[in-house]
């Protein structure tokens, strides 16, 4: 008996082992991203959720890299197949996106029920449309956020849905969008008067904005207008998109405003994605602890690059840079063409330059770290910053040890070194555009 016992608790905890590991699985979407997804249902209906991907094996480019785990634009899938059973997409993960800095867009499904606190926290997206489909959104949804427009559903909100993303802490225009005639409640308490500031912008439907100035809490907000809202996402390989009054080529989140005789204007969002052409190509310098090597760079929204080097294929990025080697005396030619899925485009505009270190053009941000070599603290200072950045730290073996997040306001950051190893460390900053730069620090 005692025996039968035994087997059975190592046959209960074999079976525990297996549902365990089964919860988590990976999966590629049309554009070849790799998104890990967390089974919230193993019985039908079948769900998952988009969870954060902590141990993604993303391809590394730059030494920048792993501090985005996502960049470009992300559409996420209705449903996704893992063992031979059809999940849907219902749910999005707690800190789902972070940290991805270079992360421009997501694209959600209408299967999304739930959207979890932090989502979209850390992350370089910018504008957010909510699907009908959503009925709860759970804590805060982030705050780089500048552009949210809700679904056209009923829920009630809580206060803190919003709260990081009214607090404008780095002083931007911040609108939320409704579409549903029902004004949506907020839960409990009204927003605190630091969220209703004066660059908090709420816009209504035209025929129930009386409806949400009657409901309680909305007139604390100073800014409130009308407007019909429309979304539009369109996805193509290549070409123009010149309806509903577009005229565009290049993949992003467009806003034009159609003026109605009645004084209430209608607001269409577009958001547009294009495998664009590659264009500025720059060569500049950068360091990776033991020599000084060149990278490329481009702008571009494409999932992926290729890359080719006098003609001759060199690398596939997802990232807008790429470290191509030790810097040398010969002129070279270079050119990158964008891959989305099936969709290729034409090449980029070629480069032909040197990559000589006496020709290799500076980026526009410098930094200086002082003292160099330090043994307790050191003060890096900036110039040039335009927006949001990071500060890495990072080993000789190539480990993040530390990070810091700075903003275009500052100008210096106090680095606490007290317990580092000695060693030769790697200083980096990264900004929102991809574009970095780093030093070297050592340690005594």
Not at 73 to 93: A, E, F, K, M, N
Request: with cysteine.
């Amino acid at each position: 008996m005692k025996s039968y016992k035994v087997l059975s608790v190592v046959f209960l905890f074999f079976l525990i082992g297996i549902s365990t590991k089964a919860q988590v699985f990976y999966a590629i979407n049309y554009d070849n991203d790799t998104i890990r997804y967390m089974i919230t249902s193993n019985t039908p209906p079948y769900t998952v959720e988009v969870t954060n991907p902590n141990n993604v094996p993303l391809k590394k480019g730059p030494m920048a890299t792993p501090y985005s785990y996502y960049s470009g634009t992300l559409v996420i899938p209705p449903y996704v197949t893992h063992d031979s059973i059809q999940y849907s997409v219902t749910s999005i993960g707690e800190n789902a996106f972070s940290p991805s800095f270079l992360l421009r867009g997501v694209r959600l499904p209408n299967t999304i029920k739930t959207i979890r606190k932090n989502a979209f926290q850390e992350s370089g997206v910018r504008s957010l449309y909510i699907p009908d489909s959503v009925t709860y959104i759970e804590g805060s949804i982030g705050s780089h956020l500048t552009k949210i427009i809700m679904p056209n559903s009923t829920f009630t909100i809580n206060p803190e849905n919003f709260d990081y993303f009214f607090e404008n802490y780095y002083n931007q225009e911040k609108y939320i969008y409704f579409t549903s005639n029902n004004p949506l409640i907020i839960e409990n308490k009204p927003y605190d008067t630091m969220y209703a500031n004066s660059r908090s912008h709420l816009v209504f439907p035209c025929d129930s904005s009386s409806e949400y100035l009657i409901s309680p809490y909305w007139n604390a907000f100073p800014n409130k207008t009308e407007a019909d809202v429309n979304y539009i996402y369109k996805r193509q390989c290549d070409g123009t998109y010149n309806e509903n009054g577009f005229d565009v080529n290049m993949t992003g989140f467009y806003e034009r405003v159609i003026n109605r005789n009645n004084g209430c204007d209608s607001i269409v969002f577009l958001d547009f994605s294009m495998n664009d052409i590659p264009r500025n190509l720059r060569i500049h310098k950068t360091f990776n602890i033991y020599y000084d090597v060149y990278a490329l760079s481009w702008n571009g929204s494409s999932p992926y690059y290729e890359i080719y080097i006098d003609d001759i294929y060199h690398s596939t990025t997802r990232f807008n840079t790429e470290i191509l080697g030790p810097t040398d005396t010969n002129i070279h030619r270079f050119k990158v063409r964008g891959i989305s899925g099936d969709c290729i485009s034409n090449f980029s505009e070629e480069l032909c330059q040197s990559v000589s270190l006496e020709k290799i053009k500076k980026e526009d941000i410098d930094i200086n770290i002082y003292p160099n070599p330090c043994n307790g603290f050191t003060k890096l200072s900036f110039e040039g910053l335009n927006s949001n950045a990071n500060v890495c730290i990072i080993d000789m073996f190539g480990k993040e040890i530390s990070r810091y997040n700075i903003n275009p306001f500052q100008d210096e950051l106090k680095i606490n070194l007290q317990g580092y190893t000695k060693g030769i460390y790697c200083i980096m900053l990264i900004d929102e555009r991809g574009k970095s730069i780093s030093t070297k620090l050592i340690i005594q």
